[in-house]
């Protein structure tokens, strides 16, 4: 990981203990600290918020839940500890039960419950549920990786980012929840960090978020969504966020608005220990003050290996002030980094290593060069891969040397569909294609979207590495095979009313071998 401040340093040593407790690694501890409720009767469900799995291996998986009887206002929870009962059955009437526990949702941990779950059978289904007291949670369904060595004939999964929830809403998710998946991955922006407005869609309860109390609140809000539920209780999730679950745009320990470093790492300790607080993560993820450890490895078989990145938290500041610029000296800077040097050590080594048939990067922020700006002129995002060229190229020739098999980059953050063929020269419209990259449009952000802007056709005339861009809300769904893989661009044409249809906007292929996105 990056080098630590000394506020850092002074923060981890203070919370190591109570990251330790989070952790779920001494309950028996716990009940020493504070008195558990054991069989608690309520008034109300404390299962408002749903249930979720996530981080799933091939012998177990996270499950998720938190008790919170009044969610948006503090949780509705007394200080107690709660006694928490989870049951893992192989048949959806939970009347086999294969694994079962209890786990204690505390006050530190906004009473919010990550369960472990081992000695599970690979690549099944199961379902799973919690019980509180005389209260029972929804009934969800989750799967098992397979083992990392075996062969594996197919992988369907989808990947979504940018729910902004008072741009519209979460209808997408119901269309996702109705797949045939046996994987989601979010690539950032869970929530959305700026204060309530007037005349939208919907509205955010109370102002940005700087507190943990606060950040709760926020998530809590977009965790009451139904269809965000319905997609959560369908499918194990792996989650990596983005900026806005902090603030919008910060780089590592600068933020935005350019706050005294020190103020800022207080507020992203909070927005870090929300986001764990509210995803199905495992126990390597606690937050530790300011740090939270996100990048990680799964393997589906030796049919794909997947590489979850975290490109805030140790990125260097954005060069040439940030913003969509005239590219100046700072972009080409050496030093200059998205993934910090320990992240892209591992992240090399991992790929090197690779057994994976699909070598596939889960991430956040645009990796193709891509010039959106018509004209003589050329102006890039100081916040994408393009702010941070060294670090780029690095990457882009690593795969130009075939590495690792069949890179595949996914990835979020600006609300449109793009596919990309990426190079080690985007401005050498002959080289060839090194991997392909599929991102993926927001679930709500941007409101309604069109098909495509009028400019569009002159972006992608100049950057004819650019295979397809449209600018409609929805997710991208993917097969995955040992000869092919096939992504589906699923859109809804409008999100600012409820009930919107799906429909599939457009599919590619990529073939085994062969760097590059064809349509179909």
């Known amino acids: 990981m990056a080098e630590r401040t000394a506020f850092e340093k002074m923060w981890l040593t203070r919370t190591d203990r109570r990251a330790f407790l989070l952790g779920g690694l001494a309950l028996v501890g716990a009940g020493a600290l504070t008195r558990v409720r054991a069989r608690p009767r309520w008034d109300d469900s404390p299962f408002s ?68 779950v081992e000695g599970l059978k690979p690549r099944r289904v199961y379902w799973y549920r919690f019980h509180a007291g005389d209260a029972t949670s929804p009934i969800g369904r989750t799967r098992t990786l397979p083992k990392p060595g075996d062969d594996v004939d197919r992988l369907r999964f ?56 606060e950040y709760r609140i926020r998530y809590a809000q977009y965790k009451l969504d139904p269809d965000l539920q319905a997609a959560h209780a369908a499918f194990p999730w792996i989650v990596t966020p983005d900026d806005h679950e902090v603030e919008n745009n910060y780089a590592g320990a600068i933020s935005e608005q350019n706050d005294p470093r020190d103020a800022f790492l207080v507020r992203r300790a909070a927005a870090y220990q929300a986001y764990y607080e509210h ?35 140790y990125r260097s500041d954005q060069p ?66 393009s702010g941070y060229d060294a670090c780029r190229t690095r990457l882009m020739e690593f795969f130009a040397a075939r590495r690792a098999s069949n890179p595949i980059v996914l990835t ?19 080289a060839p294609a090194v991997a392909t990259e599929f991102v993926g449009t927001s679930i709500t952000s941007g409101g309604d979207g069109l098909d495509q802007a009028a400019r569009i ?6 950057n ?57």
């Open 320 to 385: 040439c002030g940030d913003g969509q610029k005239v590219p100046c000296p700072g972009v080409a800077d050496p030093q200059a980094t998205l993934l910090g040097p320990a992240q892209e050590r591992w992240l090399l080594d991992g790929l090197a290593r690779s057994k994976g048939r699909w070598n596939v990067l889960p991430q956040q922020v645009m990796m193709a060069k891509v010039d959106q700006f018509p004209g003589p002129e050329e102006r890039y995002s100081m916040d994408q891969w």
């Open 457 to 462: 056709k002159d972006v992608m005339a100049e």
């Open 158 to 213: 989808a990947f979504a980012s940018c729910q902004h929830y008072e741009a519209g809403f979460f209808t997408a998710y119901r269309h996702l929840a109705i797949e045939d998946l046996d994987v989601v991955f979010h690539l950032g922006d869970y929530i959305y960090e700026g204060p309530g407005r007037d005349n939208q869609t919907r509205k955010h309860k109370g102002l940005e978020p700087t507190t943990l109390e």
């Open 49 to 116: 918020l749903g249930v979720a799995s996530g981080d799933p291996a091939h012998d177990g998986v996270v499950l998720w839940t938190r008790l919170a009887r009044d969610p948006l206002n503090g949780g509705g929870m007394s200080p107690d500890a709660v006694d928490v009962r989870w049951e893992v059955a192989d048949d959806q009437s939970m009347r086999n039960i294969v694994q079962q526990g209890r786990a204690t949702a505390a006050a530190a941990g906004a009473h919010s419950v990550h369960v472990e």
């Open 412 to 430: 979020g953050d600006i609300h449109t569909n793009w596919v990309n063929d990426l190079k080690v020269n985007f401005r050498d419209a002959n």
């Open 279 to 313: 995803m199905p993560l495992r126990r390597r993820s606690v937050p530790s003050g300011p740090a939270i450890q996100l990048y990680r490895q799964f393997a589906y078989g030796k049919l794909a290996s997947f590489f979850v990145l975290d490109t805030r938290q």
């Open 464 to 520: 004819p590495f650019v295979k397809f861009q449209n600018q409609q809300r929805g997710y991208v769904s993917c097969s995955v095979t040992p000869q092919a893989w096939h992504a589906d661009y699923q859109v809804v044409d409008f999100v600012t009313k409820p009930d919107a249809p799906r429909r599939t906007r457009a599919s590619f292929r990529v073939t085994d071998g062969k760097p590059g996105a064809e349509r179909l």
